[in-house]
């Protein structure tokens, strides 16, 4: 079965930097496309960023777009978010989440097609 594990999250002055992992296993394609969500408190679970694991265009939610960076590596089945720059109000719970289909989608799928999700890791920004 699928598993996701999301580890690097932690606690960080304003202009600090983080790197989130994502441990995945069990996929049936070769080719999944990853994504990462965040959710804050009282609002809703938004997406941050995709990858497809047999490479191809990235996607960046505009509030993130040069501060982070998505990446993969298939030897260790792990997906990478490089937070740079941090800032207060990225504070939210991160998740890493996955669609099996072997598609590699373009841009931000919404997140109820998304069907395999992590337990996801807390990234807090002080100011």
């Known amino acids: 079965r699928v598993q996701l594990v999301e580890s690097g999250g932690g606690s960080v002055q304003a202009g600090g930097s983080l790197r989130l992992s994502c441990a995945a296993s069990?996929?049936?394609?070769?080719?999944?496309?990853m994504a990462w969500f965040r959710q804050a408190p009282g609002r809703e679970r938004e997406g941050v960023a995709t990858i497809c694991t047999s490479g191809g265009s990235r996607y960046y939610d505009d509030s993130v777009k040069e501060r982070f960076t998505i990446s993969r590596d298939n030897a260790k089945n792990t997906v990478y978010l490089q937070l740079d720059s941090l800032k207060p109000e990225d504070t939210a719970m991160y998740y890493c989440?996955?669609?099996?289909?072997?598609?590699?989608?373009?841009?931000?799928?919404?997140?109820?097609?998304?069907?395999?999700w992590g337990q996801g890791t807390q990234v807090t920004v002080s100011s």
């Open positions: 989440a996955a669609r099996d289909d072997g598609y590699c989608h373009t841009g931000l799928l919404p997140r109820d097609l998304f069907g395999y």
């Open positions: 069990g996929f049936t394609y070769s080719n999944v496309y």
